[in-house]
């Protein structure tokens, strides 16, 4: 029976965001990438308060559509509902992806 993934284990063993390979590519966190290797930004919490479930915060995490609602519905990724629309608080998903300093 296939062990459950979790989004903490997903994050385990990635680069920060300013490490660099051998051949000079710019390792970035997942979230940062789309499919052309081009960084995709996360907005700060302060310009755009919260973000869909999918595609923002799913690809963020390298999930597919199915495995963002599910990891949202288990609660590793952190969800708010506004009425019939659930949507991931910013500043959550970037504490999640360790991309903003802990105070």
Request: proline content about 7%.
């Amino acid at each position: 029976m296939p062990r459950a993934c979790t989004v903490q284990s997903l994050l385990e063993g990635f680069t920060t965001l300013d490490a660099t390979d051998t051949l000079g590519v710019t390792q970035a966190h997942p979230d940062l990438l789309d499919g052309g290797n081009r960084m995709k930004r996360i907005p700060m919490a302060e310009e755009q308060p919260t973000v869909s479930v999918w595609p923002t915060a799913g690809e963020a995490l390298g999930l597919s559509r199915s495995a963002a609602y599910e990891a949202a519905t288990r609660g590793d990724i952190p969800t708010i509902r506004l009425g019939r629309r659930v949507v991931v608080p910013t500043a959550a998903l970037r504490r999640l992806l360790q991309l903003d300093a802990t105070a």
